[in-house]
């Protein structure tokens, strides 16, 4: 089974700042990588996601990905964060065409002004 | 376009107790999946249905069963609660051979078992 770490728990910021929350995955197989973000008593909304191509992905909200197949990483970053960034981001790995996500524990951005 | 809708939001119920949780995926969208997501923790993998049929499945023991409709919404049931059931139950819908492995989630129902 995958494993997927998220090594910070909990991530403050002041407004402004640029950020980068990690996720480094286990696996020796090609992977499909997602970012989700999940604001207070939501469900998980797709920010990202990498299938194959260019290992940079961008969202339309300023947040980027980078898949590094040798590190088994797929760190989120984003230049300047805003107060309505902060939510809960999680990682996630699908190995296959089927649907089965193994999530990260989840990073809590918290932009401060 | 409604998206994925869950019902019930929140509940309460009593160790022993068995629970029906509600999912009707987005429109288009003909598989189903279930999360269990416990407090301070990110979402795992119970089940997935597809054509009426649980196509796979987490690490979740028989008390957690499903049920795929014809009309694609899907139930979970969770029989003989404990209290460590109590968590944000997700569902997730997609559609099978969409290419983008991309899952829609819904709000959830949040069980708490006392």
């Known amino acids: 089974a995958q494993s997927v770490t998220q090594l910070d728990s909990q991530v403050p910021v002041f407004e402004e700042a640029p950020v980068e929350l990690r996720c480094n995955y286990s696996s020796s197989v090609s992977v499909y990588l997602f970012w989700y973000v999940q604001y207070p008593n939501q469900g998980l909304q797709l920010l990202l996601k990498?299938?194959?191509?260019?290992?940079l992905v961008e969202s339309i909200n300023g947040f980027e990905a980078e898949f590094n197949k040798s590190q088994t990483s797929f760190h989120l970053r984003k230049p300047s964060v805003h107060i309505s960034d902060t939510a809960e981001y999680f990682c996630?790995?699908?190995?296959?065409?089927?649907?089965?996500?193994?999530f990260g524990s989840g990073t809590k951005l918290n932009v401060k002004p | 376009d409604a998206g994925v809708t869950q019902s019930p939001t929140h509940l309460i119920k009593t160790r022993g107790q068995q629970v029906t949780l509600r999912c009707s995926p987005k429109?288009?969208?003909?598989?189903v999946s279930w999360y269990q997501q416990a407090l301070g923790q990110g979402p795992q993998f119970i089940f997935q249905?597809?054509?009426?049929?649980?196509?796979q499945r987490g690490n979740f023991p028989d008390r957690f069963s499903g049920h795929q409709f014809p009309n694609y919404s899907s139930e979970l049931n969770v029989n003989a609660l404990l209290l460590g059931d109590s968590a944000l139950y997700l569902c997730a819908s997609s559609l099978v051979w969409g290419g983008a492995n991309v899952l829609t989630f819904g709000a959830g129902s949040r069980l708490t078992v006392l």
């Open positions: 990498y299938l194959s191509g260019s290992t």
């Open positions: 249905y597809y054509e009426e049929e649980e196509r």
């Open positions: 429109s288009g969208h003909d598989t």
């Open positions: 996630a790995v699908s190995q296959d065409n089927f649907n089965k996500f193994y």
